[in-house]
């Protein structure tokens, strides 16, 4: 059973207004000790919503994730002629992938069913008015699945303290698509897997 939450505005957590589906939704889903903590806070709906709202609009909410970010910054190569981002940071965002490529699909999509409402009321405080909670997961997913395939020697450039691509194209990608490049082909193919599992599963059950 989760925490009571009364906010500023006496408003609670998703655990009281929500029913019951039967078990802790984290081993459901099995989040792990991750999925676990996020769950066990307050306002876990307005929370979610918001992680779902980011990355339909190709941004990147690290600070709302439930695993963080890696802590060190991405490495890079450097041969005397051109920078490129050094393979060997792929390994950082290994956790993460597996992470995320361990997450089940089908106890997701129950789980949305079952706070569908309390999700889109949610979403409908933070102003978007234009997007279910459905129709912003599936947005989602787009987001991460076209984000293209790159080869991992793309140029690089520094621009002021940032290292940006070369390539104006795909520096105009969204901040998720280029996150997604930068955790390497392996844990981009493992996290556009599980995008493209989840939006299957979302399409199958009916919008």
Known sequence: MGVSCKGPAGRVGWWETGNETGGEPSEAVNGGKALAEFLSGCYVAERAVAIIDALRRGEVPYKLLPVGKPSTTFPISDNGLRVTLDTAGFSRYDGFAQWVGGLNTPALV???????????????????????????????????????????????????????????????LSSLQKQVLRMGPENADIVQQKARDIRGALLDDGL
Not at 124 to 152: E, H, K, N, W, Y
């Open 110 to 172: 129950s789980l949305l069913n079952d706070y569908e409402m309390i999700a889109t009321q949610a979403l409908t405080r933070m102003g978007v008015t234009d997007f279910d909670i459905r129709s912003a997961l599936l947005a989602a997913t787009t987001q991460i699945l076209s984000t293209p395939q790159v080869s991992v020697d793309a140029e690089l450039m520094r621009r002021e303290a940032n290292w940006v691509y070369m390539d104006p194209e795909l520096e105009a």
